[in-house]
């Protein structure tokens, strides 16, 4: 089993700049990948950015430009950089691990609880 623990609620003007962190802890080596998906009221979820075990990277089109993932293998932490933020990207955050080595054959197996992200205008 994988725990994922989400931190950095905020809240911030639209053009502002957000961090998220997600710790991940337990059998951390069954996983393929982390990411980053979102849920926006009366939206679909939707897989914002993945990093891989070996470091390759895939984003959104909503978001690339803006929103870095990256990781501190160290801490056994995932980061997601914000900038630039819209009200548009207020959503509920998740962190998720699963299998897969890209955002098309990605599956999350393990969620986090989530975290809120308010852009104002």
């Known amino acids: 089993q994988v725990q994922l623990v989400e931190s950095g609620v905020g809240s911030v003007q639209a053009g502002g700049s957000l961090r998220l962190s997600c710790l991940a802890s337990?059998?951390?080596?069954?996983?393929?990948?982390i990411s980053w998906s979102r849920q926006a009221p009366g939206k679909q979820r939707e897989l914002v950015a993945l990093?891989?075990?070996?470091?390759?990277?895939n984003y959104a089109d909503s978001v690339k430009g803006r929103f870095t993932i990256s990781r501190d293998s160290a801490k056994k932490t995932v980061y997601l950089q914000m900038n630039s933020l819209k009200p548009e990207d207020t959503a509920v955050y998740y962190c998720?691990?699963?299998?897969?080595?890209?955002?098309?054959?990605?599956?999350?197996?393990?969620w986090g609880r989530g975290t809120q992200v308010t852009v104002s205008s």
């Open positions: 998720t691990a699963g299998g897969g080595s890209n955002s098309r054959t990605y599956s999350p197996r393990h």
């Open positions: 990093i891989t075990n070996g470091g390759r990277t």
């Open positions: 337990g059998n951390i080596l069954t996983i393929d990948a």
